[in-house]
């Protein structure tokens, strides 16, 4: 092979790397992104070890929508409004590069407060219903005994929440959600760093919206093995997750 065909196979090879490169780039930046759950903030609706598919154009584009999130603009494009309700991934205002995942409860100008454990929204206590179970919630390294409520929000989207059996938050300040900014919660109301939390989460603005969870395409259950330990599989894989919609 003559020097000349080397240097061709290698452009040939370079460009072929390089195309699927932008393309997979842009499938993550525009259409759909995958992302892991960590944390036990958003139990029982996500588990810890559940891989989720994102939804990028749901809301809208902005520089948070790329990798690395390059300063090119403080805009957003083909923006849509979220809904009450939404799972939504955003970059944390604290440093606008950490990823979370919340329940959106609070739009632009509501008012959110917790008064004896029920929550609050613009003055109107939310119905929750209890459901005749309890949970065993992991949070960190600890275990909480919680009760289970189904949760319906003004607009009449229903989801599971839990809570504490004993120490629960019962009583918060009065959160007014400002103009273009969102409030979000855990669905695990008493272990989730939320908007709760102003110096490290707060009010997230529009600009910070990622995109919207919309289905589980993966699970497995790191409490009995990692995915490392392939021949444990069938133990820790949870098949029941599956493709399930959010």
Known sequence: MNTKKIFHTI?????????????????????FQPFYIPSSSMEPTLLVGDR??????????????????????????????????????????????????KRLI?????????????????????LRKPIESEKIIRCGNFLLETNTFIETLPNGL?????????????NSKVFKVPANHYFLLGDNR?????????????YVNNLNLVGQAKIIFFSNNTNISSLLKFWNINKSFRFERLFKGL
């Open 11 to 31: 452009y040939d090879n370079i460009k072929t790397l390089l195309v699927a490169l932008i393309i997979a780039v842009l499938i993550r930046s525009l259409i």
């Open 52 to 101: 989720i598919f994102v939804s990028k154009y749901t809301y809208g584009y902005s520089k948070h929508s790329f990798p690395f999130s390059p300063n090119i603009t403080n805009k957003r494009f083909f923006s849509k409004l979220p809904k009450r309700g939404d799972l939504v991934v955003f970059k944390t205002p604290a440093d606008n590069r950490t990823d979370y995942i």
């Open 106 to 126: 609070g739009l632009p100008g509501d008012t959110i407060q917790f008064i004896e454990g029920e929550l609050i929204i613009n003055d109107k206590k939310i």
């Open 158 to 170: 229903e989801h599971l929440v839990v809570y504490k059996k004993r120490g629960s938050l019962q």
């Open 190 to 202: 008493d272990c989730s760093k939320d908007s709760r939390y102003l110096d490290s989460v707060g």
